[in-house]
């Protein structure tokens, strides 16, 4: 049975983003996109629980001295791919001044376009499933958990209320760092008010009209968006993506009047998609007759794009530069 809620000794903040109602009466997908707090002190049979779970990769929103002072438990280890990519203006811990401050402040990291840009990049075509998380898991993490959810098409009441179960589930940790701190701390410190995340969305909308405007903005193209949703939303599994290729010869008419030495390499070209085709990482291959001539497309199967890029550009009629390649993400929505 799928929960939300991931049930851990020392991470109390760990949630999945699946399970939410769509307005196009579909439901976010759950193993896909964990929401968390900083991942430390984890046992291993915690650790070795989260890799069963399918995630393989790891985004940390924290600034480098966050970092510092509490590394994320799971970037040693080399089975999963961690990136630390800090949303705040420069590198420095700020809170914000008040809470009325707080909207405006995370729309200064929606407006950090480069950061979020690789962010979202990350999401789209990451291998597996996917934590990004804080300290806390509620702003950073909260901005980006939002944005998601918005590109999946869920309502903003369910926006604002997986936004807003963050203070019950860290209420504890601020009571005992409001006990250990010197100063009286300002009370918005750990809390996630409805008001905090829909001044957010509703200064977003204003700036930005619809979350795809926005994507293309920070620089996702069409291929990724779709990508992006079809994860959050698509019943398919995402332990691989689809990726669709173009093989272009040199020539329109190079089918009738290949060389022996052309003829030769074209002969392992078949055979080198054979062996893949049967290897399970070709879904359909094939060449297309043009009215400018003959080339090849085709549609693998694979983790991620670099790995595609390298299965086609591993072509032996590629390698010697006879045929031009290229790769691009696909979202199966139809299929037989």
């Not at 939300?4 to 109602?21: F, K, P, W």
């Not at 979350?211 to 995402?238: A, P, T, V």
């Not at 694979?302 to 031009?324: H, M, T, Y």
């Amino acid at each position: 049975m799928n929960s939300r809620r991931i049930l851990l000794e020392n991470v109390s903040n760990m949630r999945d983003l699946g399970g939410y109602a769509t307005k196009e009466g579909q439901v976010t997908q759950f193993g896909r996109f964990y929401r968390s707090n900083v991942p430390a002190m984890l046992s291993y049979e915690e650790v070795k629980y989260l890799k069963k779970l399918g995630i393989r990769t790891l985004i940390d929103l924290r600034t480098t001295s966050e970092v510092n002072r509490v590394p994320n438990q799971l970037s040693s280890d080399r089975f999963f791919d961690y990136f630390h990519l800090s949303v705040m203006d420069g590198d420095i811990d700020k809170l914000p001044e008040s809470a009325e401050a707080i909207p405006a402040s995370y729309l200064a990291m929606a407006d950090n376009h480069k950061k979020m840009g690789e962010i979202f990049k990350i999401l789209s075509l990451s291998n597996g499933a996917t934590i990004f998380h804080c300290t806390a898991g509620k702003d950073r993490t909260g901005v980006i958990a939002a944005l998601l959810l918005l590109l999946a098409g869920v309502g903003q009441d369910d926006i604002l209320a997986d936004y807003q179960v963050t203070h019950t589930y860290i209420r504890r940790e601020i009571i005992e760092i409001t006990k250990h701190h010197d100063t009286d701390l300002p009370w918005f410190i750990g809390r996630s008010e409805i008001e905090f995340l829909n001044g957010f969305l509703e200064m977003f909308f204003e700036k930005y009209k619809t979350i795809d405007n926005y994507m293309q903005i920070i620089g996702l193209s069409e291929g990724e968006i779709l990508l992006l949703k079809n994860k959050l939303i698509n019943q398919r599994s995402f332990d691989k993506q689809q990726f669709f290729f173009k093989i272009t010869p040199p020539r329109p008419n190079f089918a009738d009047d290949m060389t022996e030495t052309e003829e030769k390499i074209m002969d392992d070209h078949f055979f080198y998609w054979k062996e893949l085709y049967e290897s399970g990482k070709v879904v359909a291959l094939g060449p297309v007759f043009g009215k400018k001539g003959t080339f090849g497309i085709g549609l693998i199967e694979c983790e991620n794009l670099e790995e595609a890029e390298k299965l086609v550009g591993f072509d032996p009629s590629v390698v010697c530069g006879i045929q031009r390649s290229e790769v691009h993400p696909m979202r199966i929505s139809m299929h037989r």
